[in-house]
């Protein structure tokens, strides 16, 4: 009943919010209204899903979208704010969706959901089909349609052959195979794209760029080179990259928001947020991460294995800075793990050093939750380990950064901050809180992709 009074809220408020497009005075105002359309229609969708009887779904599936639906409304007023025209169609905007939202999450607060037992298959979480890990492990190109620059394929463009693919019936899994070269296109994979798969020949070789920033007039939301909402995304060899550089600040490689979505073998590079993990669960496998400022920033409930995280020299007087989590409610689901992984410095940050700071994460939101599990790290990270939001006391005490078994030369926790919110973990129970298994339920959809993963500790 909650969620239905939720979805009649969420339905009045779009109609309503279709009309305010003539009301906006000047381009960011109406960049900024086109990107809350799109998410309230995400919204909807999320609250019908949860809503759906046919939809087999368990209490942590509707947890998920729930958190979805409501970061999605987040995000939408994020965009009015950080262009700094939040004062006349935003309030016209305003609605009690995200309270109700909030009033349904925390139902579940006496009762959380608990993710069914877990099972994996050659090194994948179990939601990934056998098909899907075998396209993953596979060298084969097997695929249903081809994108080539040099007209050997069915496409030049990436974009044509998602054209293509939103035409056919039914949501099977949908392979793209791109080959090599370095492919200027923004793409936006919508919410009828379910199950497509990019397969690229390699990260060094398949590169999808652009160039679209904050500094450039667009939202963080449409700033993504490449933008995923249909659920069941996979990538792999393939180079996401953002080329706006530090000065123009945000600048997104990639936006994610596919429910069950994996990059395998990827490739993220930008500067300022670099990749953007914003909803649902994903999963990301022997992956390279560049960026300066809150280069892995969202709201998602992800999980980075065996990746390579790299921070770049940032623009000077700036930190570096690895995470920025965004959860908004404390009953959201969601928060940032990395596990076995390296954070390391840049070859342009390595002569540099001793001249910027970097840190393993900031509280972008109020419940802003990132853990690192059992990962290297290098001497780049400072001994604080953590930075303050704008150097205020914003969520200290409501944050929960955790630090278990990391090692490397900046991973003495001697030094760390002394914010309520933090914690080194010391009880293996507790770090297996954030492991595949138990932190996205990721037992029950990886293993259908073919990545390999990591169950448990």
């Known amino acids: 009943m909650a969620v239905q009074v939720a979805m009649e809220q969420a339905l009045n408020a779009q109609s309503r919010n279709k009309g305010l497009g003539s009301k906006c005075r000047n381009e960011k105002e109406k960049a900024a209204w086109a990107d809350c359309l ?232 930008g500067y300022q947020d670099t990749l953007y993990v914003r909803a649902q669960r994903q999963f990301y496998k022997n992956c390279y991460i560049f960026g300066t400022i809150d280069f892995i920033f969202g709201n998602a409930a992800v999980v980075f294995q065996n990746c390579m995280i790299y921070a770049r020299r940032p623009m000077y007087n700036q930190n570096n800075v690895v995470t920025a989590q965004g ?38 939101k109020q419940f802003s939750r990132t853990v690192y599990l059992q990962n290297y790290l290098e001497a780049l990270v400072d001994p604080a380990g953590w930075l303050k939001w704008n150097d205020s006391n914003f969520a200290l005490s409501t944050l929960y950064y955790g630090e278990y078994k990391n090692t490397g030369p900046g991973s003495s926790t001697r030094g760390r901050v002394k914010w309520r919110g933090y914690r080194v973990i010391t009880r293996a129970t507790e770090a297996l809180q954030f492991t595949v298994a138990n932190f996205m339920a990721g037992g029950s959809w990886l293993p259908a992709t073919g990545v390999p993963f990591s169950s448990s500790l």
């Open 38 to 269: 799109q998410l309230y229609e995400n919204t909807i969708y999320q609250l019908n899903s949860t809503l759906d009887n046919s939809t087999k779904c368990t209490d942590f599936d509707q947890q998920t979208w729930l958190s979805t639906a409501l970061t999605n409304l987040e995000t939408c007023r994020t965009g009015f704010v950080e262009l700094g025209v939040s004062d006349f169609v935003l309030p016209l905007m305003s609605n009690n969706v995200s309270k109700l939202i909030c009033n349904t999450l925390a139902t579940y607060n006496n009762a959380p959901a608990s993710p069914e037992k877990q099972t994996y298959k050659e090194g994948f979480p179990a939601w990934v089909s056998p098909r899907d890990r075998k396209l993953l492990q596979t060298s084969s190109r097997r695929a249903n349609v081809v994108v080539a620059q040099d007209g050997s394929g069915n496409y030049r463009t990436i974009q044509a052959a998602l054209n293509t693919a939103a035409k056919r019936s039914g949501s099977r899994r949908y392979i793209i195979y791109v080959k090599s070269g370095v492919y200027n296109e923004n793409i936006e994979i919508g919410m009828g794209l379910k199950n497509i798969m990019l397969v690229g020949d390699g990260m060094k070789n398949t590169i999808i760029t652009g160039s679209r920033s904050y500094g450039g007039g667009y939202t963080t939301y449409n700033s993504a080179t490449v933008g995923v909402i249909g659920e069941g995304f996979i990538a792999r060899g393939i180079t996401f990259r953002n080329t706006a550089g530090p000065q123009n600040h945000q600048a997104v490689a990639l936006r994610s928001c596919s429910d069950r979505s994996v990059f395998y073998s990827c490739s993220f590079e």
């Open 327 to 364: 959860r908004v409610f404390l009953n959201q689901t969601t928060g940032i793990v990395i596990h076995n992984s390296r954070i390391m410095a840049a070859s342009d940050l390595k002569p540099v050093l001793s001249s910027f700071k970097t840190y393993l994460g900031r509280p972008w």
